[in-house]
């Protein structure tokens, strides 16, 4: 039998907080490949957490749904 992988769905707050972590890694390394790719990986973690925001319905609006 094969065995699945768990699946881990991570927040918006979540993505922000690793994406804050990618950026002060990179502040401590020098110039060059790994600084580059751990401010890529930021700004790609910053996007994604700004698109499941855009995305997922806000609470307030989901109260309004709730109520009809």
């Known amino acids: 039998m094969r065995s699945r992988q768990k699946m881990v769905f991570l927040s918006a707050d979540h993505l922000d ?3 804050a972590s990618r950026t002060s890694e990179a502040a401590l390394l020098p110039p060059g490949e790994a ?3 751990a ?3 930021a700004a790609q973690l910053r996007t994604y957490a700004a ?3 855009a995305l997922s319905p806000s609470p307030a ?3 309004q749904t709730a109520k009809c």
């Open 61 to 63: 609006a989901l109260v």
């Open 17 to 19: 907080i690793q994406a």
């Open 39 to 41: 401010l890529k990986s």
């Open 51 to 53: 698109m499941k925001r």
């Open 35 to 37: 600084r580059d790719h």
